[in-house]
């Protein structure tokens, strides 16, 4: 099995909403990640989880807050954003995410988000 | 500054006959490549990887070639059926002693369709 699953698929949110994106995986994976994917681009990673600790943030705006409750779980908090944000995001997760690139990362299904 | 390149936006294909999708890339330190395809508003599925000590690493249909030499890899889908139909894009880790673990960097993506 495979599988990581996000909630909700769609969301569209005001610029002064807070809303959560939330990720789940039961593959027993220990890293965990969001990209942005914008229409026909590829996808950008925004965060890395290893061992429910933050490894990597891409220089994203702190508008985006993500969260490591466990380690089947990512949540991506989202507040105060702009129309450009709109985007699909994507979770993934693998194995372990300290054995650099030796590891195969498994996408969601994404979160189509739409900011007015 | 792109370090992973698929130059062909679209790629047509006739049903049953090879489809090859090209990549390429210029950072020599990549030692894991993958490929993925992606429906319109899904995540990517993970198709076939390969780590830089193999230049070819084959999975049913599909087979994937390495040329480090070159930077070069292409995945090969034979015969191609019209459900082979989406965006693949080619995408590459690098090990850096750890400090970029789990940082997938993709291509732009190529439009594979397949016609009956």
């Known amino acids: 099995d495979t599988e990581v699953t996000q909630t909700p698929k769609h969301l569209v949110m005001g610029m002064t909403n807070k809303k959560s994106l939330k990720c789940e995986q039961h593959?027993?994976?220990?890293?965990m990640y969001w990209y942005k994917q914008k229409a026909k681009k590829p996808p950008e990673l925004m965060f890395v989880?290893?061992?429910?600790?933050?490894?990597i943030n891409e220089s994203v705006p702190s508008r985006f807050s993500p969260e490591c409750p466990n380690s089947s779980l990512l949540n991506l908090h989202l507040h105060a954003l702009q129309p450009e944000d709109s985007a699909l995001y994507l979770c993934?997760?693998?194995?372990?995410?300290?054995?650099?690139?030796?590891?195969?990362?498994?996408f969601g299904p994404g979160t189509r988000l739409l900011v007015l | 500054d792109q370090q992973v390149k698929q130059n062909s936006p679209s790629l047509s294909v006739q049903e049953g006959r090879i489809s090859i999708l090209n990549c390429d890339y210029t950072?020599?330190?990549?030692?894991?490549f993958l490929w993925y395809k992606k429906y319109p508003a899904e995540g990517p599925t993970f198709l076939i990887s390969?780590?830089?000590?193999?230049d070819k690493n084959e999975d049913g249909r599909f087979t994937v070639f390495l040329n480090k030499s070159a930077k070069h890899l292409s995945l090969h889908i034979v015969p191609s059926q019209p459900g082979d139909s989406a965006v693949y894009f080619c995408a590459a880790s690098l090990n850096a002693g750890g400090t970029s673990y789990g940082k997938l960097t993709f291509g732009q993506g190529t439009i594979l369709t397949v016609h009956p």
């Open positions: 390969i780590s830089s000590i193999k």
């Open positions: 989880y290893s061992y429910e600790k933050l490894s």
């Open positions: 950072n020599s330190m990549f030692d894991y």
């Open positions: 593959m027993g994976h220990r890293a």
């Open positions: 993934a997760s693998s194995q372990d995410g300290m054995l650099a690139g030796v590891e195969t990362q498994y």
